[in-house]
């Protein structure tokens, strides 16, 4: 099979600087934006995540301010901090690293804040606009998705698009950005049946199920546009994605 790696990192170091000359050119603000990030407990994972968030968001010239809260704490203590964020000038926005510890509701919090500082695009508001077809803040790895496809002018009309994932993060707001965008779009889930023949119809392929290497490379027809959503730690504390990648090159 003929391959061409696209490059997303590369990509978002490119966004990144351009975000930052874009501040550092705007004279009228005061002060950077400011980020807004609540870590509850100590997941590694999450640690991890949360890290590289902070770390990106400086780059891009973005001021992070890490809010790091004990596990224990309550579903009343932390609406009342994101109600305190959304009453807080100086936050632009506000991120809750998901987990949580499973005492807490994660709907009910997200909908707590504010959907002009939902960074994470998740609130009932943003997802509804997306909806329908009148975007406003974008859950970020479908829309992260949607700018690397279309740095390589991705094609979407008339395309086949094949989701495996049906997951509120990832999996069905990707289908409202490719529905929008013009494909003709598929979801594969845990109750999909021959998820072989529906890979081999993709035009474009997301595989975003969390489950690892269970996409084999011969299922992928010749030219298909395919990204790897997939982080899955192995016993050998290897990363590996949904897909055969080493085969599927």
Not at 41 to 56: F, H, L, W
Not at 64 to 79: C, F, P
Not at 161 to 183: F, K, Q, W
Request: glycine share 6%; aromatic share 4%.
């Amino acid at each position: 099979m003929t391959t061409h790696i696209l490059d997303g990192k590369k990509l978002a170091e490119k966004i990144r600087a351009e975000i930052r000359s874009e501040l550092s050119n705007n004279g009228k603000k005061s002060r950077a934006p400011a980020l807004a990030v609540i870590l509850v407990g100590d997941d590694p994972a999450s640690t991890v995540y949360v890290r590289n968030k902070q770390r990106a968001s400086e780059e891009a010239g973005i001021h992070s301010i890490l809010h790091k809260l004990s596990a224990a704490i309550s579903q009343k203590e932390l609406i009342a901090l994101i109600e305190q964020l959304n009453h807080d000038s100086q936050i632009d926005g506000i991120l809750l690293q998901l987990p949580l510890p499973k005492h807490l509701n994660p709907d009910d919090l997200l909908e707590v804040i504010h959907p002009d500082k939902d960074v994470d695009g998740f609130h009932p508001f943003n997802l509804g606009r997306l909806a329908q077809r009148r975007p406003a803040l974008r859950p970020c790895t479908p829309y992260g998705i949607m700018t690397l496809l279309d740095s390589i002018q991705q094609p979407y009309k008339k395309k086949h698009a094949v989701i495996i994932g049906a997951s509120n993060i990832v999996g069905r707001p990707m289908a409202l950005e490719l529905l929008t965008a013009g494909a003709t779009v598929t979801i594969c889930h845990r109750f999909t049946e021959d998820l072989s023949q529906h890979v081999k119809q993709a035009d474009i392929l997301i595989a975003a199920i969390g489950k690892p290497d269970v996409i084999k490379s011969e299922w992928i027809k010749e030219n298909a546009t395919v990204i790897d959503v997939g982080i899955n730690r192995l016993e050998d504390e290897s990363i590996v994605g949904d897909i055969e990648f080493e085969s599927a090159c």
